[in-house]
């Protein structure tokens, strides 16, 4: 198929729908709205439902009853939004329910701003939610690999029975790339005989629950779900490397800010600073490995973890590397993106020795 | 050595001069050609009367960055536009405006300034709404690493079947634009 010239937010609605998820539950925020706003016009289309909820809360518990009855559905919002539906993903997480979560991410706390930031990684790895649960964690940094993303999140949703959030910014959301929706291999997904689909008396009833008053069995249920989530941890991690051979630092960046930090890459090379990028493309599970691995090398002598944020996938990077390198931070926040001169600023910095 | 041209643009004006389209016209027809191409609006709380932008990026290799903070053109389609982002043109790059609508002089010796009466044109050639379109085609002439064609390709396809009567007036509004820059050089 030919490449079409689309805006990240349509083109994330429109390789959903692709996927096969033909129910949508949301709530307005900007800078998302592009999303539900394709959907309410496709889905009635193809004959699915498109409901505009009365608020965050109503739309995740929407999305929880969808996938309760076998649904592939999704919900998409911003930063304050997506507060509001934690308590329905730490419920979804807690009875073993896939669906895909968007969050296009805007400056925050509380109200915040519009504009594009990285400010809920903490939110969207450790929890934010209560309970012991993890949701896979998918970040693209161009509109072709968010729609990537997308086909490939349904799948792992439905194969670990599991929530999945695509995090991404206002940048990735509002802006326009080429992009192709390739023909998939169909993959074998087992049926979903857990849903409650209603059963005639013909098999025993399914029961969506999360409430174990037992301690003990509710131990056994959390226990469970994380044997899941080690075979995730072995199976999902994706990574992108870039010109890290030979490297004297490298920069950990995701998103948005993988791209900006590449721009500044290329410029360092021309002052002839050698600086390789990491990018996680899985934010849970975290590419531990990876960050490992080339901490252990000679020629590698600092990371540089550069977020819109005030530091907070910094701390999984540290944990990675395992104090086998430095790793600084450079980050800008509330809706202000850096440049790639200022990356470069702190680059400089960093093979100077003059960053504390 | 591949060409690793890139193209990097900053067009902004006010809310309804075609500032958006414009752009969105040029990185798909970089995208018909099968460039490298992105673009990226402003979206935040701009004043009513203030300025509304697009970066868009043409390039032969992948585009990193989507931001353009340093820009090898600048489409300036009112005052405050020109007032804000003059000085994020690099050295070398040019600069086309709205001469229409700005009435003061590019002091930068440094850049080459195209002063283009885009407004005044379209009026003349019967719409307002096509100054656009006439800087488009100037851009195209001066510095476009696309060619029209692929423009007019990509306006077909972006107005959709209700709009295609409009798409003569735009044609002849970028040869206007582009004979302009002819004039200009020669």
């Known amino acids: ?356 | 050595m591949a060409d690793q041209r890139s193209d990097r643009l900053i067009i902004a004006g006010f809310g309804g001069q075609g500032v958006m389209s414009l752009g969105q016209l040029l990185a798909h027809a970089g995208m018909l050609e099968g460039k490298n191409v992105s673009w990226l609006p402003s979206y935040g709380p701009e004043m009513r009367g203030g300025t509304s932008n697009c970066n868009v990026i043409v390039s032969n290799a992948p585009v990193a960055s989507p931001i353009v903070t340093r820009a090898s053109a600048l489409i300036a389609l009112n005052m405050p536009s020109l007032d804000r982002f003059e000085s994020a043109v690099e050295p070398g790059g040019i600069l086309l405006l709205n001469s229409s609508l700005i009435n003061r002089r590019v002091e930068r010796e440094d850049i080459r300034v195209y002063y283009i009466p885009a407004s005044k044109i379209a009026e003349e050639l019967g719409n307002i709404r096509v100054a656009n379109s006439v800087l488009l085609g100037a851009y195209i002439e001066a510095r476009g690493n696309v060619k029209r064609e692929s423009v007019i390709m990509a306006l077909k396809e972006v107005m959709g079947p209700s709009k295609q009567d409009l798409v003569p007036i735009n044609e002849r509004a970028m040869k206007k634009g582009a004979s302009l820059i002819r004039e200009l050089t020669n």
């Open chain 1, 1 to 356: 198929m030919a490449k079409v010239l689309m805006k990240g937010n349509e083109a994330i609605a429109e390789a959903a729908i692709q996927a096969g998820c033909h129910y949508f539950f949301g709530y307005p925020i900007t800078p998302q709205n592009e999303l539900p706003a394709y959907m309410a016009k496709r889905l009635p289309e193809i004959g699915g439902c498109f409901l505009q909820a009365e608020s965050e809360i109503a739309a995740i518990n929407m999305v929880y009853g969808a996938s309760g009855a076998g649904a592939r559905v999704m919900t998409s919002s911003s930063s304050p939004g997506i507060s509001l539906k934690m308590e329905g993903i730490s419920y979804i997480a807690g009875s073993e329910l896939p669906c895909l979560i968007v969050n296009i991410v805007r400056g925050g706390p509380g109200l915040g701003g519009i504009q594009p930031a990285q400010s809920d990684y903490f939110q969207a790895t450790k929890g934010g939610g209560h309970g012991d649960y993890r949701m896979v964690v998918l970040a693209p940094s161009t509109i072709q690999e968010a729609v990537d993303l997308v086909m490939d999140g349904f799948d792992i949703a439905d194969k670990y029975r599991n929530p999945v959030m695509l995090l991404a910014d206002g940048i990735l959301g509002q802006m326009m790339e080429p992009v192709e929706f390739k023909k998939r291999e169909a993959i074998d997904l087992a049926e979903k005989t857990w849903a409650t689909t209603g059963h005639k008396g013909d098999r025993p009833r399914n029961i969506i629950n999360s409430l174990f008053i037992n301690a003990k069995e509710l131990e056994d249920h959390v226990n469970k779900i994380y044997r899941k989530y080690e075979q995730i941890e072995k199976s999902q991690v994706r990574v992108e490397t870039y010109n890290c051979e030979g490297a004297d630092l490298i920069i950990a960046a995701y998103g948005s800010t993988a791209r900006i930090a590449k721009s500044a890459i290329e410029m360092a090379d021309k002052a002839g600073i050698r600086v390789g990028l990491i990018r996680p493309i899985t934010l849970w599970p975290f590419p531990r490995d990876s960050f490992k691995k080339w901490a252990e090398r000679d020629h590698v002598k600092s990371f540089l973890t550069v977020e819109m944020s005030k530091g907070q996938m910094v701390e999984d990077v540290s944990l990675s590397i395992e104090g086998k390198k430095p790793n600084y931070f450079f980050g800008r926040t509330g809706g202000v993106v850096p440049t790639p001169e200022e990356i470069l600023g702190e680059i400089k910095k960093v093979m100077g020795g003059t960053r504390g």
